[in-house]
Structures are given as structure tokens and as C-alpha cells.
Nanobody, 127 residues
């Protein structure tokens, strides 16, 4: 079992930046691939960024590529999402999730592939 707690959401103007953090409990954080999902009202939950257990080449959705950066610090049991050049369409509830069953080098993209979820943090972007 792992518990995930997100922080860092808030209100930002378009063009601004936010850094989300997700702190994980437990000693096996390095054995999970991690993903950041988001869900806007009336839309499906989507993976915006993911990082494998090995920390190799991360995955980014096309909509956030070159603006968002995912990273992980296994010593701190934390995964981060640096979000730059935010747009109003980035507004959503952002969820951190852990995948315990994928391979060490892969990032799976479907929400049902992830075993543990945080409670979410709201990101609001004003135009």
C-alpha cells in the first residue's frame, strides 16, 4: 500500500507557473511508475505526464509537451510536475498516481493501469 498526497495547486494567471508535488508514504516508492493525471469538468481523466520506475525517458501528452516537466526524487519519495506557460485549458484537478505493475522502463497511459491515487489538487488558470 502507498498513500499519495498532492500539493502545490492554486490560482495562477495565464503564462504563469506552478509546481505540483506528490509525496508518497512507504519504503517502495522507487518500485512504482508515477503519473500525473488531470480531469476538467465534463472531461475524461487524462495522463499528462508519467515517469517510469527507472526514471528514464518520461511521457508527456502533446498538449503539455515542452511546457511541463515531470521528475522524481526517490530519496524524498516525491514526484514533481513543473508546469510553465500555463493556459486556461490547463485548468483541472490534478491527480498523482502510482503504477505498481508496469515494467521498469515503461509509462502506462490508462488510468486503470494505476493502483494508487492521491486526492487531487485544483489548478485554476485565469485568462
Amino acid at each position: 500500500q502507498v498513500q499519495l498526497v498532492e500539493s502545490g495547486g492554486g490560482l495562477v494567471q495565464a503564462g504563469g507557473s506552478l509546481r505540483l508535488s506528490c509525496a508518497a508514504s512507504g519504503r517502495t516508492f522507487s518500485s512504482y511508475a508515477m503519473g500525473w493525471f488531470r480531469q476538467a469538468p465534463g472531461k475524461e481523466r487524462e495522463l499528462v505526464a508519467g515517469i517510469s520506475r527507472s526514471g528514464g525517458v518520461p511521457y508527456y501528452a502533446d498538449s503539455v509537451n515542452r511546457r511541463f516537466t515531470i521528475s522524481r526524487d526517490n530519496a524524498k519519495n516525491t514526484v514533481y510536475l513543473q508546469m510553465n506557460s500555463l493556459k486556461p485549458e490547463d485548468a483541472a484537478v490534478y491527480y498523482c498516481a502510482a503504477d505498481a505493475r508496469g515494467s521498469s522502463w515503461s509509462v502506462r497511459r490508462r488510468s486503470y493501469d494505476y493502483d494508487y491515487w492521491g486526492q487531487g489538487t485544483q489548478v485554476t488558470v485565469s485568462s
